[in-house]
């Protein structure tokens, strides 16, 4: 039996949920949500949650944030998923869901940006009709909708 998942605006109590979220991350994977190596800090956490440049929801599972994403009001996405929850469509659903809410933000164009070894997030790209270009050191994807 699968457990529920609830995509939902990310909120100031999520604090502690996201800070969990990203403590369970490897250098790795923060790398590819923030696209340098740093310790995730509680001001990054709190910029999630309180910029108004962009957008941020979460994944829940029984009252545990599982995932988080962000669009930024230039089209930008990243995405991030707990370990343990990965390879369940999470990320794709986070993916899904920021698309709508750029749709209805007026936003035409979607991207995102990581290396070529994420291969989670390009299948994730791929699925969902964006135009990859794999650069040696770069990948570049774009969604015009």
Do not use: C, Q, W
């Not at 829940?60 to 990243?78: C, H, N, Q, R, Y």
């Not at 964006?130 to 570049?140: L, S």
């Amino acid at each position: 039996m699968s457990e529920k998942v609830l995509y939902r605006l990310v909120k100031p109590s999520d604090f502690e949920g996201l800070k969990e979220l990203y403590e369970s991350l490897s250098p790795d994977d923060i790398f590819y949500r923030f696209m340098s190596y740093h310790k995730v800090t509680d001001e990054d956490i709190k910029f999630l949650i309180n910029d108004k440049n962009h957008v941020t929801i979460v994944a829940e599972i029984g009252g545990k944030v599982v995932g988080e994403a962000s669009l930024f009001m230039d089209g930008e996405i990243a995405v991030v998923v707990h370990p343990n929850f990965r390879r369940r469509g999470i990320g794709t659903a986070l993916v899904k869901n920021l698309i709508e809410i750029g749709k209805v933000l007026g936003l035409k164009t979607f991207k995102f940006y990581t290396l070529p070894d994420n291969i989670p997030m390009i299948r994730i790209g791929r699925k969902l009709g964006f135009n990859i270009k794999i650069g040696e050191d770069e990948v570049v994807a774009v969604l015009k909708t």
